[in-house]
C-alpha cells in the first residue's frame, strides 16, 4: 500500500486502487462480489452494466488495426462506431493533441477560445452554416439542433410550432429528448413518458410527411444515411421533397450527421453529394477521431433564437478537442483525401457485392454510400459479426439485420483486400452452419 496521497484532518485519503478491499474483484476471472442481491444476475465487473460487451480488450491500434491485451490483431472495421475515420493514433492527430495538452487543456465558456472560433469558422467555410455550438457527442449535439428549431419558432412569433417530425428507424442519442426523436419503443421503455413533442412517420414515405405537419410543426429532423437504423440511404428526391415541404411551411430542415458526417461517405458531408441543405444539424463522432466532441451547425437565421443565456456546456469547445477537430480537418479537407475515400469506397464496394453473389446464403444485399456500408445478413447479423470477429474483422451489428462495415477512411487497398479474404472464410464457414432468415430484405 502506498502512503496516503492526501490527509485531511485526521483522515487519511488513500490512492483508490490501495484502499482496504472489502470485495473481491477478479477481472481476469471477470466475476465481482456485489454488495447487496443482484436477484441472482452475474455481475461481472463494477460498469453498470447498460452494454452486452464481447470478454475482447485491446491495448493499442494502429491505423486500421487493433492490437489485443493477448497481443492478436484484429482489422478495425467498426472504427470506434464511426469515430476513428482517420484510423488509430494517427502521428498528426498524437502530435496535435500533446502540443496542446502542453499548453492549456480547459478554460470554460466564461472566455474566448481560439482553437474554437477557427473551427467553427473552417466548419462553416465547408458548410451551409453560419454558426457553431461545440459540445462533447452526438447526442447534446442533436438535444442543441431540438432548442435551435423550437426556439427559431419561438424568436419567429411562432411559439405554437415546437414539434418535429423525425422517422422510423431513426437513432438520435440515448438522452431523454433524443430517445424521444428516435422514437425506438425498446430504448424509451421503463423511462417514463417520454419527451412531447416527435412525431414518427416512415423513412422515405412524402406522403406521410406532409399528412403529419399540422399547425404545432416546427421542424423535420432526419439522417440523410439512417446508420444504427440499418445503413439506409434516404433517397434525394425524397430529401428534395422534405427541403420544399419545409420552405412551403416555413418549418426548418435538420440533419443528423453525428455517423455520414466527416467523410464517412465520400464527401465532407452526406448531405454535400445529393445536394439538398439543412437548416441546422447535428455532428460528432469522426469530427473528434477519438477526442469527444460534437457540434451543432446552424445558419444566422435558424440560429437567431440561440441568444446568450440559451445554452451551454462546461466542457464544450474545450481547447484539446477544438485543437484535434481543427487537426482532423487539416487531413480530411487536405488535397485528394476525399478522392481517395471515394476510390477506396468504389473498391470496397464492388468486392463486397462479390462476397454477396458468391455467399447468398449469408448475405443478402449490400447497400450504403461511401465507407458506410451495410451487409444485410440471410441469418442472424449477431451470428455475421461473430463470425467477422473469429476471423480477426471486427464489424457492428445494425437495425434490419444489417451488419455495417465502417473501414477508417484510410484504409489502403491491401486492407480492404486482407478484409474481403476474412469475410470470405467467414462467410464459407456460416453457410456450412447457418439456417437462412425468411425474413431478410435487401
Ligand atoms: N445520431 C446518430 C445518427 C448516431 O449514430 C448517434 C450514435 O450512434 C447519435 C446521434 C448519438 O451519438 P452519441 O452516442 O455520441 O451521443
Redesign the pocket.
Known amino acids: 500500500m502506498h502512503a496516503p496521497l492526501l490527509t485531511e484532518g485526521t483522515r487519511a485519503i488513500q490512492c483508490g486502487s490501495c484502499r482496504p478491499q472489502r470485495r473481491q474483484i477478479s477481472f481476469s476471472a471477470l466475476s465481482v462480489e456485489p454488495k447487496g442481491p443482484t436477484d441472482g444476475r452475474a455481475v461481472t465487473s463494477h460498469l453498470l452494466p447498460t452494454y452486452a460487451r464481447v470478454d475482447l480488450a485491446f491495448e493499442r491500434g494502429e491505423g486500421a488495426w487493433l492490437v489485443a491485451t493477448n497481443g492478436e490483431r484484429y482489422l478495425d472495421f467498426t472504427s470506434g ?1 464511426a469515430v476513428n475515420g482517420l484510423g488509430h493514433a494517427h502521428p498528426y492527430l498524437v502530435a496535435a493533441l500533446k502540443a496542446q495538452a502542453d499548453k492549456v487543456w480547459h478554460v470554460s465558456n466564461l472566455f474566448r477560445i481560439s482553437e474554437a472560433e477557427r473551427l467553427a469558422e473552417r466548419l462553416c467555410a465547408e458548410t451551409f452554416a453560419d454558426l457553431a455550438f461545440f459540445c462533447n ?3 447534446e449535439a ?1 438535444e442543441c439542433v431540438i432548442k435551435v428549431v423550437r426556439k427559431y419558432q419561438y424568436a419567429s412569433g411562432r411559439p405554437e410550432h415546437y414539434r418535429i417530425i423525425t422517422f422510423e428507424g431513426a ?4 438522452t431523454l429528448a433524443t430517445l424521444a426523436a428516435g422514437g425506438q419503443k425498446k430504448y424509451l421503455e421503463g423511462f417514463g413518458p417520454p419527451v412531447a413533442g416527435f412525431d414518427q412517420v416512415p423513412f422515405g414515405d412524402l406522403d406521410a410527411v406532409k399528412a403529419a405537419i399540422g399547425p404545432e410543426t416546427a421542424a423535420i429532423l432526419i ?1 440523410p444515411i439512417q ?2 437504423g440499418g445503413v439506409r440511404v434516404a433517397a434525394t428526391p425524397f430529401l428534395r421533397g422534405l427541403r420544399e415541404l419545409c420552405d412551403r411551411h416555413g418549418l426548418l430542415l435538420a440533419f ?1 450527421e ?2 455520414t458526417g466527416v467523410g464517412r461517405t465520400g464527401s465532407l458531408f452526406a448531405y454535400q453529394r445529393c445536394g439538398v441543405e439543412p437548416d441546422v444539424m447535428g455532428i ?2 469522426a469530427i473528434g477521431g477519438g477526442f469527444p466532441l ?1 457540434a451543432c451547425l446552424c445558419t444566422a437565421d435558424a440560429g437567431k433564437g440561440m441568444t446568450a443565456g440559451t445554452h451551454g456546456s462546461t466542457f464544450g469547445a474545450n481547447p484539446l478537442a477544438m485543437t484535434v477537430g481543427n487537426a482532423v480537418l487539416d487531413i480530411v479537407l487536405a488535397p485528394g483525401f476525399l478522392d481517395k475515400v471515394r476510390r477506396s469506397a468504389i473498391l470496397f464496394r464492388q468486392r463486397l457485392a462479390e462476397m454477396r453473389d458468391r455467399h447468398a446464403g449469408v448475405i443478402a444485399a449490400v447497400r450504403g454510400e461511401g465507407l458506410l456500408l451495410g451487409l444485410v445478413a440471410v441469418g442472424p447479423n449477431g451470428a455475421l459479426v461473430d463470425a467477422l470477429r473469429a476471423e480477426k474483422l471486427l464489424a457492428a451489428a445494425a437495425g434490419d439485420n444489417v451488419v455495417r462495415m465502417l473501414p477508417p477512411l484510410i484504409i489502403e487497398e491491401t486492407e480492404i483486400a486482407e478484409a474481403i479474404t476474412r469475410i470470405d472464410r467467414a462467410a464459407g464457414r456460416l453457410e456450412q452452419t447457418s439456417q437462412p432468415n425468411a425474413e431478410a430484405k435487401p
Open positions: 462506431v457527442s452526438g447526442a442533436m437513432f438520435h442519442g440515448r439522417e446508420g444504427e443528423d453525428v455517423q460528432a463522432k460534437g
